[in-house]
């Protein structure tokens, strides 16, 4: 069988599609879980949807890794019915923080960071997006200073978790044909 | 690419220099505190977030607080309430101490004598502001209290008239009220929309804390480390009388500093009055008078005034609060 | 095994990464912790301070005030009056203060004890009325 060349990148494109919303969907999902999992503290999180930000954006690039996150963020606040609480808006600071971050890293970096070191610069950011947020709209108390160094050491746990995680997720997708060579294209597609 | 090295040094750097600049560096948000010992007591203003110059009109407010102390204090050269303690006849004042004069005989009249600012002589013969107090004995009591009651002082414009020569003049239960509303005046003139003016617990709180309220905790009148309750206020005063603020014992009998001006002794139906005011000088007057009154009286004589609420405690330690201040109160 | 192979995909650049935040919220957490404890006493008289100590310091002082010398003894984080020349010893009366912002005030003789930094002590309230 052969393929011409506007159909391969047809192609190329719909399956893109299909695994971007197949992302973002369980990025939804884990977000859900870990809202439901029982924390020790309430601001505690895992951060494992961040795992799919990181793998996304070493597949497909930032606008891709934006989508996930936006989405995952608006579908998944809408889901536990908290869309514009002041919950929601935290996540979104922090997610954008997050992907903002991530996104020069592996731009100014290129093949010198690997996911570990992305996702920990993402999982900082977002502590410290999040931070600032609640000191804007939250509590202006002093207090909410001591937090963050907490905060910023249990970001940095869970963000070389989640680096190891999405760097395995990436070594297997790596192996499976639908993703072929797709390491570098997140790159190429960037970089138009 | 060739920056990008630089680049990954140059951004935490920045985003470490904005977080510690903002954290640190942003000094218009400080609040100015100033005490000073004043009416026998600690004055404290506080300004949160306070404008630059604000420091300035805090410091006016305390010499406009020790003005209006030597004006009004029981002794001293420069004390009106002396010259008119010293006076045979009908004496011409300043307008501020025939208006504090002309406010205490309206409460005096409406509590019926349950205030009285003819107990010179009745304060000085229990020493109970000095290092050697003492019971007096009856027929002291009684002597003292001659030419004293609800009518003992008249004014008329500036001119305050005593009904008995031989009357001292004491308004230490109503001027320390008025410099406190003096001292709001002054940095309500200056700018100032946030502010509490603390005199040893008797407060004016200007504007509100920000986002909320001012938060004011009363005293438990038994047990000093706790809170009896909690208002959330703004733009008012409060003052709190508590037989617990200055007392004496003897023979194991316990004798404390708000005496009933109808019987000359410390009044006992009420362990502390809060009333909660327009003015300080009014709050100051009706939380004594109130105190002196009991539960039934006192509450009832506040009801006589617009915009006046009160919390009390009972001798037996029963709590009464008034209609106003049930949605502004939290208990601990 | 899985992850043995995480480390060794790992870059330098990941690697410094991780260092350099854990090193960061690491001194941030001890920057909060040490000053905690920092606190001061300051005593007043007329306006000027006229002895200040870091509370941790054990000590007995005794203060010059207008009518007297006074007894404050600094002791396990905390300060106390524990002579005063006054009549009524109400600054006696106030008891134990360990915390920012709590106050000794001794009317008669002057003096007022105060403590500064470290935390903000969790109060409910703004101002007491008493």
């Not at chain 2, 090295?5 to 100015?32: D, K, N, Q, T, Y």
């Not at chain 2, 139906?269 to 000088?281: D, E, G, I, K, N």
């Not at chain 3, 010398?69 to 600054?91: D, F, T, W, Y």
Request: charged share 20%; with cysteine.
């Amino acid at each position: 069988m052969t393929f011409s060349v506007a159909e391969s990148s047809d192609l190329e494109r719909a399956r893109r599609r299909i695994f971007l919303a197949l992302f973002t969907a369980l990025a939804v999902a884990l977000n859900t879980v870990e809202v439901l999992l029982p924390s020790p503290v309430p601001w505690f999180r895992l951060g494992l949807a961040n795992i799919l930000t990181v793998t996304v954006l070493l597949l497909y690039g930032p606008r891709a890794a934006w989508a996930v996150t936006l989405g995952r963020i608006i579908v998944g606040s809408l889901l536990l019915g908290r869309l514009f609480s002041p919950g929601f808006f935290l996540s979104l600071g922090g997610g954008a923080a997050a992907v903002a971050v991530m996104t020069a890293a592996w731009k100014l970096c290129g093949a010198r960071i690997g996911p570990v070191g992305i996702s920990c610069l993402g999982a900082a950011a977002h502590a410290a997006g999040q931070m600032l947020l609640a000191w804007a709209i939250l509590v202006r108390h002093d207090a909410l200073w001591q937090l963050f160094p907490l905060l910023l050491l249990a970001s940095l746990v869970t963000g070389v978790l989640n680096g190891a995680v999405a760097d395995m997720l990436l070594e297997t997708l790596k192996g499976h044909p639908a993703f072929a060579g797709l390491r570098d294209a997140g790159r190429k597609n960037s970089s138009r | 690419m060739r920056y990008s090295r630089f680049f990954i040094l140059l951004l935490p750097a920045a985003a470490l220099a904005a977080f510690l600049f903002w954290r640190f560096g942003a000094a218009g948000e400080e609040s100015v505190v100033r005490r000073q010992f004043l009416m026998g007591t600690l004055v404290e203003i506080t300004v949160p977030a306070a404008p630059s110059g604000t420091a300035d009109a805090v410091d006016r407010a305390f010499a406009e607080m020790r003005r209006v102390e030597e004006l009004m204090r029981p002794d001293g050269p420069g004390s009106e309430a002396a010259a008119i303690t010293a006076a045979e006849g009908p004496i011409e004042v300043g307008s501020e101490t025939a208006e504090v004069i002309a406010l205490g005989m309206k409460v005096a009249r409406l509590s019926g004598g349950g205030f009285d600012m003819g107990l010179g002589r009745l304060k000085t013969l229990w020493g109970i502001e000095t290092e050697h107090p003492r019971v007096p004995k009856p027929e002291e009591i009684l002597s003292a209290l001659e030419g004293t009651g609800p009518e003992d002082l008249m004014t008329d414009g500036n001119r305050v008239l005593k009904s008995d020569p031989r009357l001292a003049v004491d308004l230490g239960a109503i001027a320390k009220g008025f410099a406190i509303d003096r001292a709001a005046e002054i940095l309500r003139n200056s700018g100032v929309t946030r502010a509490v003016v603390n005199a040893g617990g008797d407060l004016c709180v200007i504007g509100d804390r920000g986002d909320r309220p001012w938060r004011i905790g009363i005293q438990h009148p038994r047990d000093p480390g706790a809170l009896l309750a909690t208002l959330s206020l703004e733009n008012v005063s409060v003052v709190t009388s508590g037989d617990y603020e200055r007392f004496f014992e003897a023979q194991g009998q316990r004798y404390h500093h708000l005496f009933d001006p109808r019987t000359g002794y410390p009044a006992g139906l009420a362990q502390s009055m809060t009333v909660v005011a327009p003015s300080a000088a009014l709050a100051d007057a009706l939380a004594t008078a109130a105190f002196v009154l009991g539960p039934e009286q006192g509450l009832a004589l506040l009801k006589e005034f617009s915009q006046v609420e009160g919390l009390l405690v009972a001798a037996d330690g029963t709590i009464f609060i008034s209609e106003g201040l049930r949605e502004k109160v939290e208990w601990p | 095994m899985a992850l043995k192979s995480v480390l060794r995909r790992m870059t330098l650049l990941d690697r410094a990464i991780v260092m350099v935040l854990g090193m960061f919220a690491g001194s941030l957490l001890l920057g909060i912790n040490s000053r905690a404890p920092g606190e001061n006493i300051l005593v007043e008289r007329e306006g000027k301070i006229i002895f200040t100590a870091p509370l941790k310091e054990e000590r007995e002082i005794r203060l010059k005030g207008i009518r007297g010398e006074a007894v404050l003894i600094v002791r396990e984080g905390g300060a106390e009056m524990i002579e005063a020349p006054c009549p009524r010893k109400v600054c006696m009366g106030m008891g134990r203060i360990d915390q920012d912002g709590e106050i000794i005030a001794c009317v008669p003789n002057g003096l007022l004890v105060r403590i500064e930094g470290g935390n903000e002590p969790e109060k409910t309230y703004d101002v007491l009325s008493r």
